[in-house]
């Protein structure tokens, strides 16, 4: 069982960055895939940023390439998103999801808000 508790979020204006943090409580951090999700009102839930469990690779969609960036500290078990250059479109809540390769399960936090004024 993993529980996961996102923080960070909050009103920014339009060019602004902001960092969001999840931690992690339950054993072998380092063994789930991080993904960062997000979803916009009215919207579908999206595929933003993720961190590899086999090799800490960052992975990221397209919009948010060269702006945001995705990292982890095991020993903490918290993953960061950091966030530069926001724009209006980024306002969403955004999720931390933990998913380890082979197992049925995977964990979702509550969601952080992000809000970007332009």
């Known amino acids: 069982q993993v529980q996961l508790v996102e923080s960070g979020g909050g009103l920014v204006q339009a060019g602004g960055s902001l960092e969001l943090s999840c931690t992690a409580s339950?054993?072998?951090?380092?063994?789930?895939?991080m993904t960062w999700f997000r979803q916009a009102p009215g919207k579908e839930r999206e595929f933003v940023a993720a961190i590899s469990a086999t090799d800490g690779k960052p992975y990221y969609a397209d919009d948010v390439k060269g702006r945001f960036t995705v990292s982890r500290d095991i020993a903490k078990t918290t993953v960061y998103l950091r966030m530069n250059n926001l724009k209006a479109e980024d306002t969403a809540v955004y999720y931390c999801?933990?998913?380890?390769?082979?197992?049925?399960?995977?964990?979702w936090g509550q969601g952080t808000r992000v809000t970007v004024s332009s």
């Open positions: 999801n933990a998913d380890k390769p082979g197992e049925v399960n995977d964990y």
């Open positions: 339950g054993r072998a951090f380092s063994a789930y895939t």
